[in-house]
C-alpha cells in the first residue's frame, strides 16, 4: 500500500505500483519505508464546552506531579472553600498516582464529598463521602459504565467512561448554581 500527500493532506492511496506509477517523473519524495506501518493521526474534536466552563471554578490538579502533590493541592483548596458543601476537581491524570485512583486516597482530606474529574472528563475518582452522595453501592455496571469495585464488590471511588458521565454530571448539574 502507499498513499500521497499533497498540501498536508492525504490526496491518494491505493497499491504501492499504482501510486508509484502515478508519482514517477514528478518532482514528489519518494520514499520507501521498507515495510515499517505509517499510521497518519486523526483528532477527534469534540470538547465538553460546559463542564470546561465549570472547571475554572474547581481545584486544578494538572499542575500535580504525584499522588503528594494531588493530595497537597486539594487540601489546600477544601481550606480555602470552607463553606462549600462539596469538593470539586479536575485535572487528574493516571501518570499522578502508583495505581488506580482509591477513595481511601482522599477519605483523611476532607469529610466533604469529594469528586475529581480527569483531565479529559472520562473519569471521576471520588471519596467514600462522595459515593455515598452517588448512593451507587448496588447500582449495577450496565453497558458503557463502569464502577470500579474491590474483590469484595464495593465500589473503589473509581468511576470510568459512561460511569462518570451518567452518574457525577447529573449530581453536579443539581448542585452547581
Known amino acids: 500500500m502507499a498513499f500521497t500527500v499533497r498540501n498536508g493532506i492525504i490526496d491518494d492511496v ?3 505500483h499504482d501510486i508509484l506509477t502515478r508519482t514517477t517523473g514528478s518532482s514528489n519524495l519518494v520514499l520507501d519505508m ?6 497518519p493521526s486523526f483528532f477527534d474534536g469534540h470538547m465538553h464546552l460546559l463542564l470546561h466552563g465549570a472547571s475554572l471554578l474547581k481545584i486544578n490538579l494538572e499542575p500535580c506531579k504525584n499522588l503528594e502533590d494531588t493530595r497537597a493541592v486539594i487540601k489546600h ?3 480555602q472553600r470552607p463553606d462549600a458543601a462539596r469538593i470539586f476537581c479536575c485535572g487528574y491524570m493516571h501518570n499522578m498516582l502508583p495505581g488506580e485512583p482509591t477513595a481511601a486516597m482522599l477519605d483523611d482530606l476532607d469529610a ?3 469528586f475529581i474529574n480527569s483531565r479529559d472528563l472520562h473519569l471521576t475518582w471520588c471519596s467514600t463521602a462522595a459515593l455515598q452522595e452517588l448512593n451507587i453501592e448496588d447500582t449495577p455496571n450496565p453497558t458503557g459504565r463502569l464502577i470500579h469495585r474491590n474483590v469484595a464488590g464495593n465500589p473503589t471511588g473509581f468511576l470510568s467512561e459512561a460511569a462518570a458521565i451518567n452518574l457525577v454530571w447529573p449530581l453536579e448539574n443539581k448542585v452547581t448554581s
Open 14 to 16: 491505493g497499491p504501492s
Open 34 to 39: 521498507k515495510s515499517k506501518i505509517i499510521a
Open 77 to 79: 483548596g477544601a481550606a
Open 112 to 114: 466533604r464529598p469529594i
